[in-house]
């Protein structure tokens, strides 16, 4: 086998390879995202379980508020949520281009991911506070905890408005962007709809409201954090749909390639054993 031929050859079995790489990346991809949509429900049905108990809640008699001093003026902070792993095409470009056009001097970035970690300072974008984003969907539920104990350390010193920006899958195409604010917490979204008895509680109503707000507010964590994980899994997805695509067209051309060649040592062979004629021969 000549060497083009064979060096051509090796080319066939690494294209052959690397899709059987981009197929499994895919499967684990499309898998991970369907996970994650399958667990929304779960998280959707337990915060509007706590909405509805903040609603009865804020109905029970309220003891007089104590004086609030003076606050001072609030922390703006944006939590942006890019991808942890690689190959999701220009899943963060979006995201960040958004954050670098709307982010003023005073607010704060925190910043989830570590591909966005390291394409944040294209975009002259500098965060002060980041960590890894959920690699698997069971870490779900501690990095919300870990945000929410980060969001309330030093909240009693300084109010804070906290707003979100993070991927959603799209309905029909690629994933969306969502921008929401989760602080100040606003009680004005629960009705408040009493039972026809009042619960027995063990908490001023207060701090009942207030206990019910914090794990409302663990529960929008965790459901932006789903929604954050789905759309990276999917937009990995499509990146490897697309890689497939450009894969077969590469390896059509090399066996069109291989088969020229081949056709060619096979012609120069049948050449060189065909008997020739004796010179001056008649």
Do not use: K
Request: hydrophobic share 40%; aromatic share 4%; charged share 25%.
């Amino acid at each position: 086998m000549s060497g083009r031929l064979g060096e051509v050859a090796r080319h066939l079995e690494t294209t052959r390879e690397l899709g059987l790489v981009i197929g499994a990346m895919r499967a684990i991809a499309s898998a991970r995202s369907r996970e994650a949509q399958r667990s929304l429900a779960a998280v959707r049905d337990y915060a509007q379980t706590l909405g509805i108990a903040i609603g009865e809640a804020m109905a029970l008699p309220r003891e007089p508020a104590d004086e609030l001093p003076t606050a001072r003026q609030p922390r703006q902070v944006v939590l942006a949520i890019c991808a942890e792993q690689g190959f999701v095409g220009g899943f963060d470009a979006r995201l960040l281009e958004t954050l670098a056009g709307s982010l003023d001097a005073d607010t704060e970035l925190w910043l989830l991911g570590e591909r966005g970690q390291v394409a944040a300072p294209e975009h002259r974008l500098v965060p002060t506070w980041s960590a890894s984003m959920a690699v698997h969907l069971d870490d779900v539920p501690e990095l919300a905890t870990t945000l929410l104990e980060r969001i309330y350390a030093g909240l009693d010193e300084r109010p804070l408005h906290f707003s979100l920006l993070h991927a959603q899958p799209g309905e029909a195409g690629p994933p969306t962007l969502l921008s929401r604010r989760l602080l100040p917490f606003d009680y004005g979204r629960f009705p408040q709809a009493g039972r026809g008895s009042a619960p027995c509680t063990h908490l001023s109503s207060a701090a009942l409201v207030a206990g019910l707000a914090d794990e409302y507010l663990f529960a929008e964590l965790c459901e932006a954090l789903v929604l954050a994980y789905a759309a990276e899994n999917e937009a990995r997805m499509q990146a490897m749909i697309s890689a497939e695509g450009h894969l077969q067209e590469r390896r059509e051309s090399l066996l069109g390639e291989y088969r020229r060649l081949r056709q060619d040592e096979i012609t120069e062979e049948i050449i060189e054993l065909t008997p020739r004629s004796p010179a001056g021969g008649g």
